[in-house]
Every structure is written in structure tokens, then in C-alpha cells.
């Protein structure tokens, strides 16, 4: 119902407005950053500088590889609920065996990368709801993450800690490293032939299949990317905060959905964007307690103001979305 | 034999077998001590699942992609909302039940609002209402008085003969949402819409008045579900309504309802409940700490869900 319908009979002219509308579409993203930005500059100029970034995008490096790793998942049409859970069980792994025994934390970072693959190929072949399987998988996640780490504690490995204190001349790290993760996903996903069937495995799976690609394989490669950038997400976040805690990653659930959506994404037809999906998550970082600090918003209305934040981005793209038909 | 039979086609008898099962595994385990105590501790907290269960079911039947995710959050505020207007007297208890009621509605017709007027996805319109909706609550909730009235508290824990009067109201209604599903106008529209909601719309139903009282529907009755457990547990917070996330959309695919829509069932979210209850205790009566009991928790949903497995797309 949602999906705009392609028609070819249009006309020249009203085809240069449909790109207008679709490039305006497309500028979404990084128009609602914008505004944040142009916000917090005027509440509080000086934040504007390479210590305020550094320290209001503190946060900002495991929420957009969380919000990559959902985007990776809703490409093919499914919803990963797990996400959270999964970077907090990571972030467990990687404070305790990671640091004493990093050979044992590394198989066990794979594996569960490997567990995330056979997810994939589960949901696809007993035709499951992934809701559903993720709801539960958040559980198992949960539960040994608990295992792993019952007291809040452990210590990040001195090389992480280094990496994520690396800071570079005139722009800060965080800032960098979402350009990085934004690039490399994009001509990944965007750019190479392979990464175009993982979109049409989202997009139209049917005649993908008809056309002879397998179906599984693509499921499979895309959850395998999401559990990835999972890892990624809950080593980076240790990285950050020095010590984890099971409950660590529980928000980077709904906080990943919001940013893929937020970036430019939608929930079916395999039309994502990883770029506008890390525009995403700094948006929600920035926006998520900064700006809110700066305008004087008590704690208990934050988590409001993210709601609010996405309605209002939607509603904007409704907007133009009329425009496009 | 032919009843037999007739049964075993039917997805929601398995969710009573492993009710049944998990509730044998836990009597064994402790040489039959306890067992009438576990059934009625078990029907007492099922009820808080079925009836958001129930909701949650009406909203999945209409199609891909509908779901409640508000119910915590409305659950938690209605909580609160009904603890309120009680203000801990008797004679409100009512009246505070109706203001639940009237707060778990609003909250469902403005998730229709959004997913009609900014035409997005009812996962992330529910998401977005429900940040809103748990800021309210913490904001609300604050300093609050939260005990429920002596006379409420107890009607939410009373039983008769080892049988909870809420559980047998509970069964009232879900006759009564079986009946609607099937027999009413109402419900036959849903099933419609989740089937083809563009062969429904054709049809003469009308989609957007039917969906709109689906969601107010969940919503209502995850306010109801609200007051009841702050009765039960005699108090409210903002964190009353965590768990039902997980199990409201549990129960509903669990007890043989299809999450492509257009397929319902009322019995299998009793069952449904019931196994995940019996379950929880089975785990604790095994005295396994947290971490193992989230752990297997997550396990047996993944493989019930697999076990029953998702029935081909008809495309």
C-alpha cells in the first residue's frame, strides 16, 4: 500500500519532478541531521567543536553498526528483534574472554556470527516469522550474556580501548568512522552485483528466483552480515564504556529500527540505504540526549523526544512521498 | 478415533499438549507435591497473557506487517492511570477500571492515527507511540500513589474452590472473542482484510473503520490488562508491562494463529499461555538460575515456532 508504484507511461517533465521528489526523498536523511545539528548549534555554540563531537558522538559508533546490521536484515524483508540483546551478549564476551583468552573470545564471536547465518537459513526454510524467532533468539542472547557476565564488570582489551580513543587530527573519531562504516557498506550493498541480489532477495524475491539465484544462500548471507555488525556494534560499545553489563545493548533494539527507517528505509521491498541508515543512528544518538540537554528536557520526556523525532521525520516523508506519485 | 483425529489437525491443541507436558515434567520432578497450587498459580498469570494475547491476536489477523508493539508501554501507563482515579478507595474501583479502559483505547485509536495519516508500517508506528506513551508513564507515574484499593486487590487474587474468578471471566470473554471472530460481522471482516485486504475493500468492507477498531480494540484491552495487574500484583509501575511484548505476540503464533494474517484462533492463545507459564515455573521449580532459565526460555519458543513451522505463502 505504501510502496510507490513505477509507471512508465509518464511523461518527460513529470518525470524530472518525480526525481526531484525522489532526490528530495533521498536528502531526508541528511536534512533531519541537519536540523538537529543547526539545533544544537544555536542552543549551544559551543558544542560545535572537535571535543563537543567527539564527546556527543561518544555513543555513536555501536549504534550505527547496530543500525547497519538491522538494515542488512530488513533488506531481505525481515525483522531482527535480537540485536540488542546479541551486541550486550558481544559486549559480555568481549570484556571477559576476549581480553583473558582472546583465542576461546574469538570462536566464540564467530560462532556466534555462525549462529546468526544458520538463523538465516532457518527462517528460510521452515517459511518462520522472523519476529518471532528473534523474539525468542533475544532470550537465548539474554540468558548467556547472564551466563557469561552475571555481575556488571569485566575489563575491554587494552587494543579496543586503544582503537576507540584514537583520536585523529581535526575531525573527530566518531565522525570518521561513520564515514568509514557508511562507505564501505554502501558500495558493499549499492555497488557490487552481488549486493544488488541481496536487495532483489528484498526487493522481488520471486523472480530472483526464477532467475535462478538461491534464496537461501541470500538470507543466509544477509543474517550472517547482520550477526557481523552485531559483533562489531558490541566490541565498539565495550571499547567505549571500559567494562559491560548483560543488559548493556538492550536499547540498540528498537534504536536500530528507528535508524534504518529514519536513514531512508523501508520495511519491505528491499529498499534500504546504508549511508541514510548511519545518518540514521547519528541522528538518534545526537538527538537522543545532547539536543534534549541543551533544550532543557527533563530525562523523562527523551525517549518521547525520540518518538517524536520519528513521527516527525515520517510525517515528512509522507509529504513528499505524495509528491512522488 | 475420528475425534481424535479431527483434534490433532487442530494447531491449538498442541499448545495445550505442551501445557500439559511441561506441567507433568514439573510434578514428576517434584513426586506430585504442589501440583493443584501450580495449576492455579498458572491460570492466575495466563489471564494477564491471554486477554493483551487476545488483542494482540485481532491485530496480527489483519495482515503482514500489523502488530501492537505499545501494548508494555500502554499497559504500564493504564497501570497507573487506573491506580489513580482508584486513589486507593473502593467505591472509584469502577470508575478507575473505565478510565484503564478509556487511556488503553485512545492510546490504540492513535496508533491507528498514525499508521492512517503518516501511512507507515504499523511496527514503527506502534514503536514510535510507545517511546511517547513510556514517557508519559515515567513522567506521570512519579510520586504517585500506586496501591490498589484492598477491595480491588482482592478481587484480582480471588479464587473459589482453587479456581481464580479472574481466569473464569477470562474464559467468558475469550468465548466471547471466539464468537466475535467467527460468528460476527466484525470478526469475519478481519479475517477478510488479513486474507486479501484488496479483495476485502472490493468486497464491501470497510477496511480503514475495521482497523481502526482492531487497534483501539488491542489498545483497550491492554489497559484493562493495565489495572488488572496492578490489582493482582498490588501496585503499579512503569515496568509492569515489560514481559508482555515477548508474550502477547508468543501466544498468538504459538496457539496456531498465522502471522501472514487472515487465520485466527481463539483457544490456542489459552493453550498458548498457559504452556508459557507452566513453563516459567517448570524452570524455576528445577531451581536453574536467570541466565539459564532467559536461555532455555528462548530456546523452546525458537523451537516450538520451528516445530510448528510457518505454513507456505499462498502467492
Known amino acids: 500500500m505504501t510502496v510507490a508504484s513505477v509507471d512508465t507511461s509518464k511523461s518527460s517533465s513529470e518525470r524530472?519532478?518525480?526525481?526531484?521528489?525522489?532526490?528530495?526523498?533521498?536528502?531526508?536523511?541528511?536534512?533531519?541531521?541537519?536540523?538537529?545539528?543547526?539545533?544544537?548549534?544555536?542552543?549551544?555554540?559551543?558544542?560545535?567543536?572537535?571535543?563537543?563531537?567527539?564527546?556527543?558522538?561518544?555513543?555513536?559508533?555501536?549504534?550505527?553498526?547496530?543500525?547497519?546490521a538491522q538494515m542488512f536484515v530488513i533488506a531481505g524483508n525481515e525483522l531482527d528483534l535480537s540485536i540488542g540483546t546479541f551486541v550486550g551478549f558481544v559486549g559480555c564476551v568481549t570484556a571477559t574472554w576476549l581480553k583473558d583468552a582472546p583465542l576461546l573470545g574469538v570462536l566464540i564471536l564467530l560462532g556466534s556470527i555462525g549462529i546468526y547465518a544458520l538463523l538465516g537459513a532457518l527462517i528460510h526454510l521452515r517459511n518462520l516469522p522472523s519476529i518471532v524467532v528473534t523474539l525468542g533468539m533475544s532470550f537465548v542472547w539474554q540468558g548467556l550474556a547472564i551466563l557469561v557476565l552475571p555481575k556488571p564488570g569485566g575489563k575491554a582489551p587494552d587494543w579496543l580501548l586503544a582503537i576507540m580513543s584514537f583520536k585523529p587530527p581535526f575531525v573527530p573519531f566518531p565522525i570518521i568512522a561513520a564515514l568509514l562504516i557508511g562507505l564501505i557498506v554502501h558500495f558493499g550493498l549499492m555497488r557490487t552485483s552481488y549486493g544488488v541480489i541481496l536487495r532483489g532477495s528484498g526487493g522481488n524475491p520471486a523472480a530472483l528466483k526464477r532467475a535462478g539465484w538461491s534464496l537461501l544462500k541470500t538470507k543466509i548471507v544477509l543474517f550472517a552480515l547482520a550477526g557481523l555488525f552485531g559483533v562489531l556494534s558490541g566490541m565498539a560499545l565495550i571499547g567505549i564504556t571500559t567494562s559491560a553489563d548483560a543488559n548493556i545493548g538492550n536499547g540498540y533494539t528498537l534504536l536500530a529500527i528507528a535508524g534504518v527507517i529514519l536513514g531512508g528505509g523501508e520495511f519491505v521491498g528491499g529498499r534500504v540505504s546504508p549511508i541514510g541508515a548511519v545518518i540514521g543512528a547519528l541522528t538518534l544518538a545526537l538527538a537522543a540526549s545532547p539536543l534534549l540537554t541543551f533544550m532543557h528536557i527533563p530525562p523523562d520526556w527523551q525517549v518521547a523526544a525520540n518518538g517524536a523525532i520519528l513521527i516527525i521525520v515520517l510525517a515528512a516523508r509522507v509529504l513528499i512521498s505524495r509528491r512522488e506519485r | 478415533m475420528i475425534l481424535v483425529k479431527s483434534l490433532a489437525g487442530k494447531p491449538w491443541v498442541w499448545s495445550f499438549i505442551g501445557a500439559l507436558v511441561v506441567w507433568l515434567a514439573t510434578i514428576i520432578f517434584t513426586?506430585?507435591?504442589?501440583?493443584?497450587?501450580?495449576?492455579?498459580?498458572?491460570?492466575?498469570?495466563?489471564?494477564?497473557?491471554?486477554?493483551?494475547?487476545?488483542?494482540?491476536?485481532?491485530?496480527?489477523?489483519?495482515?503482514?506487517?500489523?502488530?501492537?508493539?505499545?501494548?508494555?508501554?500502554?499497559?504500564?501507563?493504564?497501570?497507573?492511570?487506573?491506580?489513580?482515579?482508584?486513589?486507593?478507595?473502593?467505591?472509584?474501583?469502577?470508575?478507575?477500571?473505565?478510565?484503564?479502559?478509556?487511556?488503553?483505547?485512545?492510546?490504540?485509536?492513535?496508533?491507528?492515527?498514525?499508521?492512517?495519516?503518516?501511512?507507515?508500517?504499523?511496527?514503527?508506528?506502534?514503536?514510535?507511540?510507545?517511546?511517547?506513551?513510556?514517557?508519559?508513564?515515567?513522567?506521570?507515574?512519579?510520586?504517585?500513589?500506586?496501591?490498589?484499593?484492598?477491595?480491588?486487590?482482592?478481587?484480582?487474587?480471588?479464587?473459589?474452590?482453587?479456581?481464580?474468578?479472574?481466569?473464569?471471566?477470562?474464559?467468558?470473554?475469550?468465548?466471547?472473542?471466539?464468537?466475535?471472530?467467527?460468528?460476527?460481522?466484525?470478526?469475519?471482516?478481519?479475517?477478510?482484510?488479513g486474507q486479501n485486504i484488496r479483495a476485502a475493500w472490493l468486497a464491501g468492507v470497510n477496511v480503514g473503520r475495521i482497523r481502526l477498531l482492531t487497534y483501539t480494540l488491542s489498545g483497550a484491552l491492554g489497559g484493562i490488562d493495565g489495572a488488572l495487574l496492578a490489582g493482582y500484583f498490588r501496585g503499579a509501575n512503569v515496568d509492569i508491562g515489560n514481559e508482555y511484548l515477548l508474550a502477547s505476540i508468543a501466544v498468538v503464533v504459538i496457539g496456531g494463529t498465522s502471522v501472514a494474517g487472515g487465520k485466527a484462533n481463539v483457544p490456542g492463545v489459552w493453550g498458548a499461555a498457559l504452556f508459557l507459564v507452566l513453563l516459567l515455573t517448570m524452570l524455576n521449580t528445577f531451581g536453574v538460575s536467570a541466565g539459564v532459565r532467559l536461555l532455555l526460555t528462548g530456546l523452546i519458543i525458537v523451537g516450538v515456532i520451528t516445530a510448528a513451522g510457518g505454513e507456505k505463502a499462498a502467492r
Open chain 2, 31 to 193: 513426586g506430585g507435591y504442589g501440583a493443584g497450587g501450580m495449576v492455579t498459580a498458572a491460570l492466575s498469570l495466563a489471564v494477564f497473557t491471554v486477554i493483551v494475547g487476545v488483542g494482540q491476536m485481532f491485530v496480527i489477523t489483519l495482515g503482514p506487517g500489523n502488530v501492537d508493539l505499545s501494548l508494555p508501554a500502554n499497559i504500564g501507563l493504564a497501570s497507573a492511570v487506573a491506580m489513580k482515579v482508584m486513589g486507593g478507595s473502593d467505591s472509584m474501583i469502577i470508575v478507575g477500571l473505565l478510565a484503564a479502559l478509556a487511556c488503553g483505547a485512545a492510546i490504540g485509536a492513535v496508533n491507528y492515527l498514525l499508521i492512517w495519516a503518516l501511512r507507515i508500517p504499523p511496527i514503527i508506528a506502534t514503536l514510535s507511540a510507545s517511546f511517547i506513551i513510556q514517557s508519559i508513564d515515567i513522567s506521570y507515574g512519579r510520586g504517585l500513589q500506586i496501591k490498589p484499593p484492598p477491595g480491588f486487590a482482592d478481587f484480582a487474587n480471588w479464587q473459589i474452590l482453587g479456581v481464580p474468578v479472574l481466569a473464569i471471566l477470562t474464559v467468558l470473554f475469550t468465548v466471547g472473542a471466539a464468537i466475535a471472530l467467527q460468528r460476527m460481522i466484525y470478526g469475519r471482516s478481519v479475517l477478510a482484510i
Open chain 1, 16 to 68: 524530472g519532478a518525480l526525481a526531484r521528489a525522489r532526490l528530495l526523498r533521498g536528502l531526508l536523511p541528511a536534512l533531519s541531521l541537519a536540523i538537529v545539528l543547526i539545533a544544537i548549534a544555536w542552543l549551544n555554540p559551543r558544542a560545535i567543536s572537535y571535543f563537543g563531537f567527539s564527546l556527543m558522538l561518544n555513543l555513536a559508533i555501536p549504534i550505527a553498526l547496530a543500525t547497519i
